[in-house]
């Protein structure tokens, strides 16, 4: 099945960055702001979903479903849902980031929901690339600049790094103490993390 392409309403500068994620055959959701986004980045919505709050509803043949501004998701956690709902597995999710730091933390959880329903999901903003890791290994090549291992879920436990100029082997992160920050790729290696009991987010700067 294609993969769903969800833009949210966060700030984005560096649209050529982001496009070079972007195929023709995704399908696309602009949740309610993210909508103007939309030309910068070449795109045409499929879906367009939103309460409308902070966007005029478009007057578009495209489906739209318009939200209550009173409820318990978000727009962009609804049009996870929705697209969940409708078979997709493997998810770009654009402009979930920046600006307002409670939607931030908020859409970051969206990542940890994608994952625990055994979906694939990548999160990107002007900055890097983000992701979940939990009991399969992944690979990190030297395109990188940094990335970084951010525990959201309590307790990770036999994390280990290797190829990266700060390595970790067999070793536990908590919340109170994120030393797992800014790490870099070897030179001409790719990086490989892995984690036997817990979930990290693996923030990779590019």
């Not at 900055?127 to 090549?141: G, H, N, R, T």
Request: proline content about 3%; overall charge negative; hydrophobic content about 40%.
């Amino acid at each position: 099945m294609k993969r769903c392409v969800i833009v949210g309403g966060a700030p984005i500068d560096k649209y050529q960055t982001i496009k070079k994620y972007i195929t023709e055959d995704d399908f696309i959701i602009c949740c309610d702001c993210g909508l103007r986004h939309a030309d910068s980045l070449g795109i045409k919505p499929n879906l367009i979903t939103g309460d409308f709050d902070s966007y005029i509803k478009p007057e578009s043949s495209v489906e739209t479903i318009v939200l209550p501004c009173e409820k318990d998701d978000t727009d962009t956690f609804f049009a996870v849902k929705e697209a969940y709902n409708r078979g997709y597995r493997d998810f770009l999710l654009i402009g979930f980031f920046g600006a307002r730091l409670d939607h931030t933390l908020g859409n970051i959880s969206i990542l940890l929901w994608l994952h625990n329903h055994e979906a694939n999901a990548i999160a990107i903003d002007d900055y890097s690339e983000m992701e979940i890791v939990s009991d399969k290994p992944v690979k990190i090549p030297d395109s990188f600049s940094f990335f970084s291992l951010v525990t959201l879920t309590g307790d990770a436990k036999g994390v280990n790094i290797s190829n990266a100029k700060y390595p970790l082997v067999n070793a536990d992160l908590n919340c109170e103490y994120q030393y797992a920050v800014s790490n870099e790729v070897i030179s001409g290696k790719e990086a490989l993390v892995s984690v036997q009991k817990g979930k990290l987010l693996l923030i990779k700067d590019f």
